[in-house]
């Protein structure tokens, strides 16, 4: 009987191993592949919105393509600054504020690599002259779009729950489940972008306050070379 019980245990144990090991792979695998792809999902509307302001073509594919040039060096400044934020967090609140200055002082570091088509460390030094002397406004552009940002996904949120509340009383649990996962997807597509076309918004601002840029001489150059030459 206590061989029984045991033997039992043993077995009881070694499943219940066995379903943490595969949840642990499985949260492992995910978290990489999110990592993977954070130059897709963090910069190609950033690439997007620089080609358009130029008066270049935009197509899925001319994206694609312009985020896999750059791939490791993107892929390198966005861990950079995920892995230091976390790290940040986790240690205090000195460590938080000396990430938000770098995160401010380079928020124009992708924009600056695809419109002047410069290497991930030029872009660095580029974008902190760029932000020299604006930090605070910048940084003040930046917390806003945040609020707004928040809002509009809370109430995008607020309004897909009710709207799943109402159809989980007519409809299955499991058509309600697949939906919330839909859903969540969607208000990430919608709300997600609006950031990354402020970051290029905040270039060009920056380059026609410090440089008095003008969009309109760069997208005739590029649209008519011969003739601007």
Do not use: H, K
């Not at 770098?102 to 030029?122: D, H, K, R, S, Y």
């Not at 649209?223 to 601007?228: G, R």
């Amino acid at each position: 009987m206590a061989q029984t019980t045991a033997t039992r245990w043993q077995i009881q144990f070694a499943a219940r191993n066995t379903v943490y090991q595969g949840a642990g792979a499985s949260f492992g695998a995910g978290l990489l592949i999110t990592f993977l792809i954070l130059p897709f999902t963090n910069t190609a509307v950033v690439y997007a919105a620089c080609e358009s302001a130029l008066g270049r073509p935009v197509t899925a594919g001319g994206i694609f393509m312009g985020v896999l040039r750059r791939y490791f060096p993107l892929l390198g400044y966005w861990l950079l600054f995920s892995v230091s934020g976390l790290i940040a967090v986790l240690l205090c609140v000195a460590p938080v504020a000396l990430w938000a200055w770098l995160f401010v002082m380079w928020i124009v570091v992708t924009p600056a690599m695809f419109v002047e088509n410069i290497g991930v460390g030029a872009a660095f030094g580029r974008s902190r002259q760029l932000v020299e002397g604006r930090w605070w406004r910048t940084f003040l552009v930046l917390f806003l779009m945040l609020i707004v940002w928040y809002v509009a996904r809370f109430a995008l949120d607020a309004f897909l729950q009710l709207a799943q509340y109402l159809l989980a009383i007519v409809v299955s649990p499991f058509i309600v489940a697949a939906l919330t996962l839909g859903t969540a997807e969607l208000v990430s597509a919608l709300v997600s972008p609006v950031l990354q076309i402020v970051i290029v918004l905040i270039y060009f601002d920056l380059r026609v306050r410090r440089e008095a840029l003008d969009l309109f001489q760069i997208a005739y150059r590029i649209a008519y070379p011969a003739a601007a030459s």
